[in-house]
């Protein structure tokens, strides 16, 4: 176990090493220097002396790379080209509006997915388990900004329920909770059709074990076999796959958050990339990649700590 | 009956196409072919079957709603939604097929060497493999496009970039299955040149597990062009995407909310059928690959 952590925090980090050099040296390809892409061919020389010393651009590359990395393991990832706010604040301020929306839309996932796929097991084989079925790989396949853009126009534009835009009041959790509940949705639908899936499917491999047929013996009823013997096995792979899926969960809730014009980290990037803010992009991306890739080591050792032979894989 | 005259009798009618027939078995399936092939006929014949020009603008006749002239209205430039749609579709499939090939292509000659190559070799390919896997995919493309800027080459780099990491994979581990059977040390013994032994006899064997995963995927891709398209960082405007149709029709979802209903369609429908065709092709291929997960 210890050899399978050390193997697997050691390609993590290696990872986020490989990640900052390439994006590092990704600013050196862009044709042109940054600092007249970022601020158009009508810009004085002066305007643009001043950003290029901003940017630390005047210095050897050797010494920007060192730089760079030392910067970003003391915690500052640089300053905003425009407002010279630092970038790790600005991150600050976004990151818990995506967090707050990954994982309330993760939770309502499994709680809807999860009765969903034990219906679909206690009616195996029957019209029900069918229909879950085919909706299930219908939702998976829907984009979520589609099922965003749709959702806000029935409940937001058209009946006026929810609010449109924005991440609410500061301070007042309730229009917090109410600007959530159509972007958690979205993002969700997916994941409750996948949960569901990956439920039954894994509850199906545990139905022919003995306990279950000593259950069954005892007369027990179908609902509480499946919702009580078989559910205490079949979550644990789909706990692990859940796990993984925040990861992802946060970068595509970059469309999501486009479409309702919440102030996360999709709205963060996506500016600063329409506006070649180079520090922002750079910063967020990092940020990101590391909070994506420590959450699928933390998913792949709590998978090894319930499941041995996903160890015995990676030692042989 | 004799196992010949089994065999003969399955050729027969649909026989002839084992696949296509196991497909149209099931009514889902078959109705996600008859989608895609309607999406692959809209692509390939997008100018004949327009009515208008994609890119046409009319400011005089802007939002219309959909009427006999413009079947699906038209948008805040006046052109036509149901041609910018159509064309749409070739933006779409241009760049998921596109993408997916060159992917599908990267994948499998990485996974072949890694797979029958050298230890070592082995090695550093599978890092990089699981480096490039274990980027967020969205937050990799963004920085990408930050630097090389927006366009139909650099999505299709992009998503190819992201992507072919899970295809060498796959095709690594089919390679090391079939590496010690009987047949390929035959031909080992018989002193086979080793890019025979891999283009001859590993391809073929490799190669179906892939197909599958490469239709699996057209839908993620097709969504991600779109999403990209829509926050207007995917294919430079004016060219038709279903995704800044979605983002011209979001900007004026008050005033004429038809464009952002008909904007959503294609994209509804396309991802819907690809992935029931995908899913059928797994079906009835290769029933043990992985459930996809939602994109």
Known sequence: MLTYAVKRIGLGVLILTFVMVAMYAAVFLIPGDPATVALGPRATPELKRMLIERMGLDQPVWRQIIEFFRNALTGNLGYDVWSNRPVSALIMEALPKTLALGIAALATALIIGVPIGCLSVIRRGTVVDTAIGMLSVGVIAVPSFVVAIYSLLIFAVTFRWLPAIGAGEAGDIGSQVRALILPVMAIALGWIGYIARMVRASMMEVMGEPHIRTARSFGLPEWKIVGKYALRIAIIPTISLVAVGLGGILSSAVFVEAVFARPGIGKLITDAVNTRNYPVVMGTVLVMTAIYVTITIAADLLIARLDPRVRDVFRG | ?295
């Open chain 2, 1 to 295: 009956m004799s196992f010949v005259a089994e065999a003969v009798q399955t050729r027969r009618g649909w026989g002839h196409f084992p696949l296509l027939r196991a497909l149209a078995s099931n009514p889902v399936t078959l109705a996600a072919l008859v989608i895609v092939i309607v999406f692959l006929m809209m692509a390939a014949f997008a100018p004949w079957l327009a009515p208008y020009p994609p890119t046409k603008i009319d400011v005089l006749h802007k939002l219309q709603p959909p009427s006999a002239e413009h079947w699906f209205g038209t948008d805040h430039l006046g052109r036509d939604l149901l041609s910018r749609i159509i064309h749409g579709a070739r933006t779409a499939l241009t760049i998921a097929i596109g993408s997916v090939a060159v992917a599908g292509s990267v994948g499998l000659l990485l996974g072949l060497i890694a797979g029958y190559g050298p230890r070592w070799l082995d090695g550093v390919l599978v890092l990089v493999f699981d480096s490039l896997n274990s980027l967020p995919m969205i937050m990799f493309a963004l920085a990408i496009i930050t630097v090389l800027g927006t366009g139909t080459g650099t999505l299709i780099f992009v998503i190819a970039a992201t992507s072919f990491p899970s295809y060498a994979r796959l095709i690594r581990a089919q390679t090391l299955a079939l590496k010690n059977s009987d047949y390929i040390l035959a031909e080992r013994l018989m002193d086979a040149h080793p890019l025979r032994i891999l283009l001859v006899h590993l391809l073929p064997n490799v190669v179906g597990p892939l197909i599958i995963l490469l239709s699996m995927d057209i839908p993620v891709v097709i969504m991600v062009e779109a999403g990209l398209s829509f926050l207007g960082l995917g294919v430079r405007p004016p060219t038709p995407s279903w995704g800044s149709i979605l983002y011209d029709g979001y900007t004026s979802i008050r005033s004429a909310p038809f464009v952002v209903i008909f904007g959503g369609l294609p994209l509804v429908l396309a991802t819907l059928g690809f992935t029931f065709l995908g899913e059928g092709l797994r079906d009835s291929l290769d029933p043990r690959l992985k459930l996809r997960r939602p994109a």
